[in-house]
Nanobody, 122 residues
């Protein structure tokens, strides 16, 4: 089992950048593929990006390709989401999640963090 805690959200102007972090507890972080999701008010949760256990494979939603980068540091039990060129439509609660194997699609994922709010003003 793994516990996930996100951080790094906040308020940023359109065109700005934020880096989200997700710290995982336990010594088995490297056994999990990780994903970042987001959910805006009134909308369904959507996959933003995913990364394999080693970090060698990644995938992105079309809406964030070229602007967001997912990465991980297995020595620090942390996965990151670097978000550049932010747009108001990126406003959402962002969640990290863990599963046993990497997939490019939305899930299912087994473990979830509590979420961090990202607000992009125009």
């Amino acid at each position: 089992q793994v516990q996930l805690v996100e951080s790094g959200g906040g308020l940023v102007q359109s065109g700005g950048s934020l880096r989200l972090s997700c710290a995982a507890s336990g010594r088995t972080f490297i056994t999990y593929a990780m994903g970042w999701f987001r959910q805006a008010p009134g909308k369904e949760r959507e996959i933003v990006a995913a990364i394999s256990r080693s970090g060698s494979s990644t995938s992105y939603a079309d809406s964030v390709k070229g602007r967001f980068t997912i990465s991980r540091d297995n020595a620090k039990n942390t996965v990151y989401l670097q978000m550049n060129s932010l747009k108001p439509e990126d406003t959402a609660v962002y969640y990290c999640a863990a599963r046993d194997r990497f997939i490019a699609g939305p899930g299912p994922y087994d473990y979830w963090g509590q979420g961090t709010q990202v607000t992009v003003s125009s």
